[in-house]
């Protein structure tokens, strides 16, 4: 007998938009391209582009679609990241989720006080010690941009802060082409060389062009470093519709793809076959305030449709969730935070950021990122689905136990309960009166007592004496010369 359903296992998704709708999206896109283009402000990608067959008057560069066609097909259609101990830890392809931190906000919300002041060094460094003991949070990127030290040099300070102090995968922001060189020097270092870093990338570039249609030669030199290193980056314009870009989310789309499928032809000249995504952001830009958005559903719809485009063409995607434009974290931060991460899931974005913000980016704060590993773990549970085989269906324990009894004593029970149904560490299900007994604690409450318990007992594994005193020369130096001095 064949039976079709005997291990039928379907995750749970959506689809934003028809193959009609894609299509019609990534022709506006190649139109975009071709006929009103960039302006690109670095002479070097200029002469490449032109070489390639870009038509380039001054600063402008349009780019026909038979180049653009080219360079997605050296793209690999996806690439594999490690840990820092060199174990493979995230497959960025198709529709595999993993999400990681907030990054690069000004201002910190303390982690043992609640006081918002200047993002330290230390504060990044605790935060990734916090990310790396919360068990749905896959990756890491520095939370917060880092303001007592220099500014031109923080990107070194940051990196040696977070590889100290967790395991997991890391993207990072390099402040220039230089830091992003020393950033990845230091990598190796702690890879055991560059040959081991490049087999196993623990780390990705995020490069940011400028909306609408600039390419700053900062940022290409950025691209072109990992181009040529042939490490993985993850390039993410970030369009506000109806400020930066169209206020139609189409529209917008297209835009924003279009920035991005720039930053893989640049890479792919630069190097055919180096590892490169099409990511976007999406701000929603509040009309009656100016302020940009992170709680909008408008943002979670634009990046669930623009993955579905980028998905078309076959590379990885770059989604933002978990993020709040709450000021403390009350009822606003876990309706924002929860729809944007399970609607982000269900698209099947590949690496969703930002879980972690508050006050619409200003401030990163660690109690906002364990409340969303917990929604998170909800999330994951609900995409898992529902495995349908003959075990599952447990026909036999419904006959065993009959009309009337129950199913607790059954070791069917005991043998599956854990996988079948998620557990949470911060949401009550206690009986009122025993919730009073325990002292009547908010979720705010119950999430400072488990941030504190995290600060108080967890350390990530230490890397090698040696490994951590040539990090500390690499960033002296490296600060020195970022810095001018």
């Known amino acids: 007998m064949i039976q079709t359903s005997a291990t039928e296992k379907r995750s749970v998704q959506f689809q934003v938009l028809t193959e009609d709708q894609v299509w019609a999206i990534n022709r506006a896109t190649f139109d975009i391209m071709a006929k009103v283009g960039f302006k690109v402000l670095h002479e070097g990608a200029r002469r490449m582009l032109e070489k390639a067959g870009a038509s380039v008057r001054g600063e402008r560069v349009k780019v026909p679609e038979h180049l653009v066609q080219g360079c997605l097909a050296t793209a690999p259609k996806g690439f594999t990241i490690f840990d820092r101990e060199g174990r493979r830890a995230m497959e960025v392809e198709g529709r595999k989720s993993y999400y990681g931190t907030s990054t690069a906000s000004p201002n910190t919300k303390d982690a043992r006080t609640g006081e918002i002041h200047p993002t330290r060094v230390e504060d990044i460094a605790l935060a990734a010690r916090v990310a790396d003991a919360l068990p749905n949070i896959d990756w890491v990127m520095p939370m917060g941009s880092s303001q007592d030290v220099p500014a031109l040099a923080a990107d070194v300070y940051e990196f040696e802060a977070v590889v100290t102090n967790t395991t997991k995968p890391m993207v990072f922001i390099g402040y220039s082409a230089r830091g992003s060189e020393l950033v990845f020097e230091m990598a190796a270092q702690v890879a055991g060389g560059l040959d081991r870093l490049q087999e196993r990338p623990f780390l990705i570039l995020y490069p940011e062009p400028i909306s609408p249609l ?149 401030v990163c704060a660690c109690e906002m990122l364990v409340m969303g590993d917990e929604v998170i773990g909800m999330a994951k549970r609900f995409l898992e689905g529902i495995t349908v085989n003959p075990e599952t269906l447990a026909r036999e324990i419904v006959e ?81 010369e970022l810095a001018g001095e």
């Not at 181009?227 to 369009?239: F, K, R």
């Not at 935070?337 to 972690?356: E, P, Y």
Request: glycine share 10%; proline share 7%.
């Open 400 to 480: 065993a136990v009959g009309p009337g009894g129950n199913f607790l004593q059954q070791r069917h029970t005991l043998e599956n309960f854990r996988r079948e149904l998620w557990r949470p560490s911060l949401l009550s299900r206690q009986p009122y009166g025993t919730w009073q007994a325990q002292g009547s604690k908010t979720m705010e409450t119950r999430v400072r007592e488990k941030l504190a318990r995290i600060i108080e007992t967890h350390q990530a594994p230490a890397l090698p004496d040696k490994t951590l005193a040539a990090l500390a020369e690499l960033r002296e130096k490296g600060a020195r």
């Open 214 to 362: 600039v390419q700053p030669a900062e940022v290409i030199e950025r691209i072109l470093v990992a181009a040529d290193l042939n490490l993985p980056q993850m390039p993410g314009p970030s369009v506000q519709p109806g400020g930066t870009s169209p206020v139609s989310l189409a529209g917008s789309i297209a835009q924003g793809n279009a920035e991005s499928l720039m930053c893989v032809v640049l890479a792919q000249l630069k190097r055919p076959g180096c590892p490169v995504a099409l990511g976007v952001n999406f701000g929603i830009l509040d009309m009656a305030t100016a302020l940009m958005s992170m709680g909008a559903p408008e943002m979670s719809l634009g990046l669930a449709a623009q993955a579905q485009v980028a998905r078309s063409l076959g590379l990885p995607t770059w989604g933002l969730a978990g993020a709040t434009d709450a000021k403390t974290l009350d009822a606003q931060a876990g309706i924002e935070a929860a729809f944007s991460i399970l609607a982000q899931g269900l698209a099947g974005l590949n690496l969703i950021h930002d879980v972690g913000y508050m006050d619409m980016g200003m």
